[in-house]
């Protein structure tokens, strides 16, 4: 067998011979013309160094990407409150404060579902996590009798921007979480969509430590390093009771007593109204001299009920819906009472009202 070598001459003669053949050749007598001349009545300027875009837009940066915008004053930014309920309380204008918190949730990863700037609430979409997973076990014998069981969770994060009510420039910043969870057992091969079964999702219990999570990473965030915020997380705080559960004999009616002030008592409420997952059907905040303000609450509440069987025992249950009035008012400029009353505005004694008034009670206190 003979092999044929093209050596570059031989190529460089054979793709100009290519060339030559044929085409339009006019290109070959086209010369350059005399540059273009500025016109007498405009005048020629240098650009300015101050009109370049930033590096956070050019992307000429490599570190551009991992910027993040920071807070005029970021030194006023502090931790406040105490153990199990915390906000950040920060020197900023409510307008900016908003769109850097929004930046914040974004850089993290979430979907918000509700977005009000006007009155300073935005909500995560939830977010869907898969706990259990199927046994590794691909044999058909196993997958004929094994039974798998499938847990799940979810987790949504709301947000809220309050104005300082005294009209300084005190502005504060709570994060409340709610989570729900999952378990369903079936048989192998049968695997339903979990998504589709919204009614078979129930809210756990409040995790904290998640809010104080998301509040470290939104300090950090907004310009303190992370020595500055574990510092501020590792004040020394004197532990003492911060709410009692008490009795009016005349009355013959529960109440709590916060031991807060009356803003901060409400503030406080609510977070965990939020966090427990009542429904909040109206609320109305009352500031002045002795403040006094009203969360109306929708709760479903199990009930025994009595059989009238031939032998006179045994019950059911069902779960009914109750709404509470919760009627908050300062008592002192340091404490705060918290009583439900009826419709009628008399005291709700009730067993029902008596146990929502222990729930409150055990998160608060």
């Known amino acids: 067998m003979r092999h044929f070598t093209f050596t570059?001459?031989?190529?460089?003669?054979?793709l100009t011979a290519c060339g030559s053949?044929?085409?339009?050749?006019?290109?070959?007598?086209?010369?350059?013309?005399?540059?273009?001349?500025?016109?007498?009545?405009?005048?020629?300027?240098?650009?300015?160094?101050?009109?370049?875009?930033?590096?956070?837009?050019?992307?000429?940066?490599?570190?551009?990407?991992?910027?993040?915008?920071?807070?005029?004053?970021?030194?006023?930014?502090?931790?406040?409150?105490?153990?199990?309920?915390?906000?950040?309380?920060?020197?900023?204008?409510?307008?900016?404060?908003?769109?850097?918190?929004?930046?914040?949730?974004?850089?993290?990863?979430?979907?918000?579902?509700?977005?009000?700037?006007?009155?300073?609430?935005?909500?995560?979409?939830?977010?869907?996590?898969?706990?259990?997973?199927?046994?590794?076990?691909?044999?058909?014998?196993?997958?004929?009798?094994?039974?798998?069981?499938?847990?799940?969770?979810?987790?949504?994060?709301?947000?809220?921007?309050?104005?300082?009510?005294?009209?300084?420039?005190?502005?504060?910043?709570y994060i409340t979480h709610r989570g729900t969870e999952y378990v369903y057992e079936?048989?192998?091969?049968?695997?339903?969509?979990?998504?589709?079964?919204?009614?078979?999702?129930n809210f756990r219990r409040p995790e904290p430590q998640l809010e104080i999570e998301m509040l470290s990473r939104l300090m950090i965030y907004l310009g303190l390093n992370q020595e500055s915020v574990d510092a501020q997380f590792e004040q020394p705080r004197l532990f003492k009771p911060r709410a009692s559960l008490e009795l009016d004999a005349e009355e013959k009616s529960p109440f709590l007593l916060m031991r807060d002030p009356y803003q901060i008592a409400w503030n406080r409420l609510n977070h965990v109204l939020q966090r427990l997952n009542f429904e909040i059907l109206s609320s109305e905040f009352k500031s002045g001299l002795s403040g006094e303000g009203v969360f109306?609450?929708?709760?479903?509440?199990?009930?025994?009920?009595?059989?009238?069987?031939f032998f006179g025992f045994g019950g059911s249950e069902k779960s009914i819906t109750r709404r509470f009035i919760l009627v908050v008012f300062e008592e002192t400029h340091e404490v705060t009472r918290v009583i439900i009353e009826d419709e009628k505005g008399n005291f709700d004694t009730t067993p029902e009202a008596s146990e929502f008034l222990e729930l409150l009670f055990e998160e608060l206190k």
């Open 21 to 173: 053949s044929g085409g339009d050749r006019h290109y070959r007598d086209v010369t350059l013309g005399k540059p273009l001349e500025m016109p007498p009545d405009l005048a020629k300027f240098e650009g300015e160094s101050s009109f370049d875009l930033p590096d956070g837009i050019t992307g000429d940066s490599e570190s551009a990407a991992e910027k993040v915008p920071v807070l005029a004053r970021v030194e006023s930014l502090q931790l406040q409150g105490s153990p199990g309920f915390y906000w950040l309380s920060v020197d900023e204008p409510v307008e900016n404060l908003y769109q850097q918190v929004k930046n914040f949730w974004a850089f993290e990863g979430f979907v918000l579902n509700v977005d009000e700037p006007v009155i300073g609430i935005m909500e995560t979409e939830w977010v869907y996590k898969e706990e259990g997973a199927p046994p590794k076990n691909d044999s058909w014998w196993y997958r004929l009798f094994a039974e798998e069981d499938l847990s799940a969770s979810q987790d949504q994060f709301r947000t809220r921007i309050e104005r300082d009510l005294s009209g300084g420039s005190n502005n504060r910043i």
């Open 186 to 201: 079936f048989q192998a091969g049968d695997r339903d969509d979990l998504n589709s079964a919204d009614d078979d999702w």
């Open 8 to 14: 570059p001459l031989l190529l460089a003669i054979f």
């Open 296 to 309: 109306m609450v929708k709760s479903r509440v199990v009930e025994t009920v009595k059989s009238e069987g």
